[in-house]
């Protein structure tokens, strides 16, 4: 149950209901209409800063939503190292927002100092596992807080891979201490792309690793499925989120749209349409 | 095997040349990638500079993202910083062309970018100045709004940018002289407005830390002038803190 604080914001653990990747094309309709989802995700990035209309924003919403911090820059994976500078500003964005999750991505982002702004993909070997582990246990006891880590889209698969994702990830859990954000559409992409079973990747990942899930949209281009965060969830990928929860439980579920994002109310009701599977699965009221 | 370090070394060498080799299956697929990374940093410069692709066209603003990208990649996670170098790149880029005016554009939009992730502070109102001799008015220093940007050019960009916030704005005359001004946050808002070159001096002086006595010297500023800006800096609350120079 979310619990208020003195001053009235939301503290405590997100609920196991459905929330909205809050973009700023919906910042005025979502402090002015205040939907009824049971919490909100943001992009650290976009909140990095010491000002400005983006930041008031949030901190105006946060006193109405648990939050969520999801980060998509740092890259943890990246064989270079930790970009430090950029760890510090998400140091500065928990102390300001105070989230109830925060979340990164397993991939990498940067080589010889240059950053590719995109979740690349890594290989599955014991030697990515151990460099991920890694740092994601430097970054979670410089943050001071339990991070999660979500499975990426991928559209290719390297040569070297030794272990399946489930397994690389489970070992990543294991050795960093995090636990597991498991985007349901990335692994319904992932699949497709590279001719996998989606519900083995489910069914093979321990019980209580995974603390929050993602839903999105995606593209067709071709025979390539693309994660482009851009269309409502589509039904292969809501059967599949059926089968996640009835095997981890009820958890805190986010829907994502990025590209081509619609009216708040469209946004919305794809939460509620989680939230009535939620309910359905777990006897929760939706 | 490979070490994970050369491996992603390779990849970032097929995201920023789709003919070289990294070893991954299916290869049909790898073009995703570098793809999206360009696409990306360009959607980042288009948020940026609204006004400069909107004078040039879809087609040359690509163009100009992919060169600027070579010489300037991104050196950082958050994207908001990938526009940093655009102004400089297109003064060495455009030079001696007949849009090099394009680069003080570019130079008003990076401004308003700094700006919008810049807290604003509480500011005094001239009651301020009630506590201080009048002698000592030429002995101070002002601190001024940290999101405030001053850009001068000598071209119209100014016009250029007011007339071309809807797309589809006619040319503006480049024979139209310079033009300088101010970029700041005010309540959420990014405010751009044209000033005159001797309040331009004026404010850039006393924004570079120097006293009023001596701001009011290099901007050849009339006595009979300083009582309007000052009620200007003072009214747009613009002046955060006021300290005396020994």
Redesign the interface.
Same mark, same amino acid.
């Given at each position: 149950m979310t619990r208020l604080d003195t001053r009235g914001v939301p503290q405590g653990p997100i609920p196991a209901r459905a929330g909205i990747g809050l973009r700023s094309v919906h910042h005025e309709a979502v402090l002015t209409d205040r939907p009824a989802v049971g919490f909100l995700e943001a992009h650290t990035?976009n909140y $990095?800063?010491?000002?400005? @209309?983006?930041?008031?924003a949030l901190l105006r919403a946060r006193t109405n939503y648990p939050l969520s911090l999801h980060g998509?820059?740092?890259?943890l994976g990246? @064989? *270079?190292g930790i *970009?430090r500078?950029?760890l510090r500003?998400v140091k500065n964005a928990i102390a300001r927002f105070e989230p109830a999750l925060v979340s990164e991505h397993a991939c990498?982002?940067? @080589?010889?100092?240059?950053? $590719?702004? *995109?979740l690349?993909?890594?290989?599955y070997?014991e030697? @990515?596992v151990e460099?991920l582990a890694r740092q994601v246990g430097e970054a979670q006891d410089f943050l001071g807080l339990q991070l999660l880590i979500e499975n990426v889209s991928a559209?290719?698969? $390297?040569?070297?891979s030794r272990l399946k994702e489930w397994e690389f990830l489970c070992a990543v859990a294991e050795h960093s201490g995090c636990a597991l954000l498991l985007d349901v559409n990335n692994i319904y992409v992932s699949s497709q792309?590279l001719g996998l079973d989606p519900v083995e990747f489910i069914d093979s990942l321990p019980v209580t690793s995974v603390r929050e899930i993602h839903l999105a949209g995606h593209a067709r281009?071709g025979a390539?499925l693309?994660d482009d965060h851009g269309s409502q969830v589509c039904e292969a990928v809501w059967q599949l989120y059926r089968h996640a929860i009835a095997r981890f439980g009820p958890l805190p579920t986010l829907v994502e749209w990025d590209n081509n994002i619609p009216a708040l109310e469209t946004l919305v009701g794809e939460a509620r349409r989680a939230e009535r599977i939620l309910g359905e699965a777990h006897g929760l009221a939706a | 095997m490979a070490s994970l370090r050369e491996m992603q070394h390779a990849f970032a060498a097929a995201l920023r040349d789709p003919a070289a080799s990294c070893p991954v299956l299916p290869t049909a697929n790898l073009a995703v990638y570098p793809n999206h990374s360009t696409i990306t940093f360009r959607e980042a410069l288009e948020q940026t500079f609204p006004v400069v692709r909107r004078r040039v066209g879809d087609d040359y603003f690509r163009q100009l993202s992919a060169h600027y990208r070579q010489r300037f990649p991104s050196r950082s996670g958050d994207l908001h910083w990938v526009g940093r170098d655009f102004a400089g790149f297109l003064d060495e880029y455009l030079a001696g062309g007949e849009y090099q005016w394009l680069a003080d554009l570019a130079r008003i939009e990076w401004a308003r970018a700094e700006s919008s992730i810049t807290a604003e502070v509480s500011s005094l109102g001239v009651d301020g100045l009630a506590g201080y001799a009048p002698e000592a008015l030429e002995h101070m220093v002002f601190g001024l709004q940290p999101s405030l940007r001053l850009v001068a050019s000598a071209y119209p960009v100014y016009t250029v940018w007011l007339t071309n916030q809807a797309e589809n704005a006619p040319p503006v005359d480049q024979s139209g002289g310079h033009e300088q001004g101010m970029i700041r946050a005010r309540h959420d808002l990014i405010e751009v407005r044209k000033l005159d070159s001797a309040a331009f001096a004026f404010v850039s002086g006393l924004d570079s830390g120097a006293t009023l006595g001596d701001a009011m010297t290099t901007a050849s500023l009339e006595a009979r002038t300083l009582t309007g800006l000052l009620g200007f800096l003072f009214s747009e609350g613009l002046v955060c803190s006021l300290t005396l120079r020994e």
């Open positions: 990035e $990095f800063h010491e000002g400005g @209309a983006a930041v008031r998509v820059g740092l890259g990246s @064989a *270079d *970009d500078e950029h500003r990498w982002g940067h @080589a010889g100092g240059e950053h $590719f702004n *995109d690349l993909p890594l290989p070997t030697e @990515a460099v559209y290719v698969a $390297f040569e070297h792309n281009n390539v693309i | -």
